[in-house]
């Protein structure tokens, strides 16, 4: 056999959901490994076969992949508790194995795959919590952008602002959840001992997650604001932020006040560095 043969029935057997001696049926049943691979290639002795030794690197990448997906859900995994978040990451990893060489993207589908998850059925907050945890993961990962400065702003033609579209910076998310999570993020997070028994308050919430720096943060929207800021997110020209931040009220009076909402939420981006340019 090659080096390149043993590495990937080596790696074959680590990754697989149900241990390395199930895994070594069936591969070798199924023609991926041929008969005798593991004695050929790893050293047993009276204490340890073969085949328990390569178990001991597949159960353990297991715990490695349970522990670095723990690091960016820690607040579900704390109120998840500890049986709860492990039986949860088992369930997981085995519908969504990782893909990348990077464990930077081996929780993505976590929040979804929660929603739906039994563990949803006993504290269906458990998922938007998910959901804000990874949004502010994924916001610290994000490329550092040169940011449009406010001042730039001024040099727009006042005729030309309906039909302008802005690109906003990757870390930015805008996060709406049935449940308060983004209050019971910061109660955990400022807590000096964190109650595994916390719960949030049922209710609409809009939030806005993204990065200034180092720092990641997140701050609640009025309902108005989210509408203009997910357009502008989703680049909309501006004059359909505006529309958007009017929602189903078209009369003059909120048509007015809409367009004053969505001018502060975008000055709000612009002013945390969060808007990279503009262009018809």
Known sequence: MSLADIQKGFWEL???????????RD?????????????????GDDRRSAIDRVDVYANMYFFRLRDAIREDFPKVALLAGEDAW?????????????????????????PAFLAKHPLAEERPWLADLARLEWARADAFQQRDEPMLPLEALSAIDPEAWGELAFRTAACVTLLEADFRVGEL???????AEPSPG??????????????????????????????????LIDGRIF???????????TSDENVEAAAGIAAGALVKLLSRGLVTGHGA
Not at 14 to 24: F, L, M, N, S, T
Request: charged share 25%; hydrophobic share 45%; net charge negative.
């Open 198 to 231: 916390s719960e949030p308050e049922p209710g609409r919430e809009a939030l806005l997650v993204f990065r200034e720096g180092l720092a990641v943060f997140h701050e609640e929207l009025t309902p108005a604001e989210a509408r203009a800021i997910g357009a």
């Open 86 to 110: 492990h039986d949860l990451l088992t369930d997981y990893v085995l519908a969504h194995p990782p893909v990348s060489w990077s464990m930077r993207y081996a929780g993505q589908h976590l």
């Open 27 to 43: 591969l070798q049943a199924s023609g991926v490994l041929p008969e005798g691979f593991v004695d050929a290639v790893f050293v």
């Open 185 to 191: 993020w910061v109660a955990l997070e400022e807590a």
């Open 239 to 249: 004059a359909e932020v505006c529309e958007r931040a009017a929602g189903e009220d």
């Open 14 to 24: 680590i990754v697989a959901p149900e241990g390395a001696r199930k895994a070594e």
